[in-house]
């Protein structure tokens, strides 16, 4: 079974003294996907690397019956949380084989979803460097390295940030193969068509708190996300 269940319980986010998230809870049962959605600062970045232990944070986190918000990122990484970051981070330097060995090499145990089952697109890249992709190919390359890590529960920020049309397409297909893969999905994402095209659970952030939470399939979901945007 891949999936374990992530809950966050009051989680907080402060940078000195500006405060990007707010006392923040929210429950990814496994082979389900939750959206956050939410204007430029309204503090879905922060509650992702407040989850990983990237940024300190006050707040329960426990993967099923695990605490992790004592733990260092890496603690909570072996332990099955796997963040892919904003930006395509991958070793550009590494061929594509060699950033999915260290991933996996760093893993706690074996992943029971091959990163190439899930992208076999990547298979005829394997001997390429990473820096040599292209920026959708190294955003595929991003997850696959997540998958390597043997996760329970994946994070994904803006996963689509910057794709073509086709690829962002097919990055939904991806999501939704580690959704039904038995994997809790946690998804920070602009555009509200991978939510609905998911079937997401969506929770709405505004200033940091909680606007609305919704199913992507709702049809008041857009209009919900422009009053959210524009207040
Ligand atoms: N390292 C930091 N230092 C200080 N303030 C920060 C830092 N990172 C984020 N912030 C602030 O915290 C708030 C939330 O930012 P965050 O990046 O989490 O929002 P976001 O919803 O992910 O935005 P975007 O969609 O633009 O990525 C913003 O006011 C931002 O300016």
Redesign the pocket.
């Known amino acids: 079974m891949n999936g374990g269940r992530l809950k966050v319980d009051a989680l907080s986010?402060r940078?000195?003294g500006?405060?990007?998230?707010e006392d923040l809870s929210l429950t990814v049962e496994p082979g389900t996907c939750l959206a956050?959605l939410?204007?430029?600062?309204?503090?879905?970045?922060?509650?992702?690397?407040g989850i990983g232990g990237l940024?300190s944070a006050a707040g329960g986190v426990w993967l099923d019956d695990l605490r992790l918000d004592n733990l260092p990122a890496s603690r909570r990484a072996r332990a099955g949380l796997g963040h892919v970051l904003?930006g395509r981070h991958v070793f550009k330097s590494l061929s594509v084989a060699e950033n999915l060995r260290v991933a996996a090499a760093r893993a706690a145990r074996r992943p029971e979803l091959d990163p190439l089952d899930l992208l076999p697109e990547l298979r005829p890249m394997e001997r390429r460097l990473a820096g040599g992709l292209s920026g959708g190919q190294q955003q595929m390359l991003a997850i696959a390295r997540a998958v390597a890590g043997a996760p329970r529960v994946i994070m994904l920020?803006?996963p689509t940030n910057g794709l073509s049309p086709k690829l962002v397409g097919r990055t939904i297909e991806i999501l939704a193969g580690l959704r039904d893969a038995g994997f809790a999905v946690l998804l920070?994402e602009?555009r509200v068509e991978v939510a609905q095209k998911l079937e997401a659970d969506v929770v709405v952030?505004r200033h940091?708190h909680v606007a609305h939470r919704v199913r992507g399939t709702d049809p008041d979901l857009p209009d919900l996300l422009q009053a959210a945007y524009l207040s």
């Open positions: 986010v940078y000195g500006v405060t990007a998230v956050l939410g204007a430029n600062g309204a503090g879905k970045t922060s509650t992702l690397r940024e904003e920020d803006e920070v602009q952030l940091g």
